[in-house]
């Protein structure tokens, strides 16, 4: 057998092929082996200098002994490196329209994923490894995309997604030093699932858009957040940037008093992301209703309140999420404050926008929108586009203020 090894015979420099910016997405962390593969083989950077370490196919086993990285193929262990050691594809002698990719397999966590660019290995807190990918940013976008707002898409909602995308990632590169990595790869930032998730279609949005970002209006990044639906309206954020205020999503006069958001919620108007005879409709307005046995197993802090007698709502923000909720009890009261709070003190609703009405069974919430309302609403953009309207007059709308800037 002609095992692998051609062995830190010669060391070669090579110069890195990525000519734009690179982030770090962390894959996985407290792991106790990583098992790496590259159709194309694979090289070591070490000190700065890349070293060819293994064949074609070859698979290389990754562990973490004593504070230190063990890597080794066959069963033959070749060396220990000091954290943090990079794998990267050769990037040399690959086939014509084929990519130098990795496959990782951490099984069970992401089992054969396969990835462009390279795998930086940490040894953690815990000595653990600690696995993150370094990625040119617009390649990991072909990713995201179909992860986030799915492929099949319009183009134009598809691009304005993409530079929501690339800013919300700019906005986060090199923030988070001390973690030694720009953001995850779950829906903690930006969901990104690898090569294997590219579409032609998100690879043409994020190259038609290339290296495009938001500005805010000091010239600082727009933190591009985004969301499925706003059912309306979108959310004012609480940090006051001004590209996150509540916008008109529905043509509809914004309510004022509760029985006005009642209303609202109770009725199907027109709406960018009200879009009939699609998968999305039933999260533009949903009905969930829990009876008093239901809401009592349900409410998180029922142990203050005991069995719930009356919710009531405090305070709604401009564009009709609640942030202040009262639970009166038959042992007391509490007050729910923040978006999230609300929605996950119920079990996860779909959204903090909505309308209470209670009867002789129990609970019925009426509300609107899936997620939490800042930003561009994405449902909204796909309807937006279809309605024929490009990237760059969506992009505006949703961020008010913002412009189109190019990432340096
Ligand atoms: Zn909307």
């Known amino acids: 057998m002609r095992k692998i090894i051609f062995l830190i015979a010669l060391m070669l420099i090579f110069i890195s092929t990525t000519n734009g910016a690179t982030i770090r997405v962390l894959l996985a962390d407290n792991l106790e082996s990583v098992e790496l593969i590259s159709p194309s083989g694979m090289k070591l950077l070490e000190g700065g200098t890349y070293m060819p370490l293994v064949q074609q196919n070859a698979n290389l086993t990754i562990k973490p002994v ?85 492929s099949g898409q319009p183009l134009e909602a598809l691009k304005s997604q993409a530079v929501a995308a690339r800013s919300y990632a700019a906005a986060r590169l090199g923030r988070y030093v001390r973690q030694k990595f720009d953001v995850y790869d779950t829906v903690m930032s930006q969901v990104y699932n690898g090569y294997l998730y590219e579409k032609d279609t998100t690879i043409r949005a994020v190259k038609e858009t290339g290296g495009e970002i938001l500005h805010d209006n000091k010239g600082g990044i727009v933190d591009a957040m985004f969301f499925s639906t706003c059912g309306g309206f979108t959310e004012t954020s609480a940090n006051g940037a001004h590209y996150l205020i509540s916008v008109n999503d529905c043509g509809q006069t914004r309510p004022k008093t509760e029985t006005e958001w009642h209303t609202f919620y109770t009725t199907k108007h027109e709406g960018n992301c009200h879009l009939p005879n699609t998968g999305f409709v039933a999260n533009f307005r949903w009905v969930k209703s829990f009876t008093f046995a239901e809401i009592d197993n349900t409410f998180k802090q029922k142990d203050k309140t005991g069995k719930v007698k009356e919710i009531t709502v405090v305070k709604r923000e401009p564009g009709g999420r609640i942030s202040s909720l009262k639970v009166v009890g038959e042992l007391g009261e509490v007050v729910i404050t923040g978006e999230l709070n609300v929605r996950n003190a119920f079990g996860g609703l779909k959204s903090a926008g909505f309308s209470l009405k209670k009867d002789d069974k129990g609970f019925t919430f009426y509300g609107g929108g899936y997620g939490h309302g800042l930003g561009m609403c994405q449902v909204g953009a796909i309807g937006q586009a279809k309605k024929g309207r490009a990237y760059k007059d969506i992009l505006s709308f949703y961020y008010q203020g913002s412009v189109l800037a190019s990432l340096k």
Do not use: C, Q
């Open 66 to 150: 004593l504070g230190s990285i063990s890597y080794y193929f066959s069963d033959v262990t070749v060396n220990n490196v000091s954290s943090p050691v990079t794998f990267a594809p050769l990037t040399e002698g690959v086939k014509a329209g084929s990519f130098p990719l990795i496959t990782v397999n951490i099984t069970p966590v992401k089992k054969y994923n396969v990835y462009r660019g390279e795998m930086e290995i940490h040894i953690n807190a815990s000595g653990k490894l600690m696995l993150v990918n370094k990625i040119d940013l617009e390649e990991y976008l072909y990713s995201v995309l179909a992860a986030e707002m799915g």
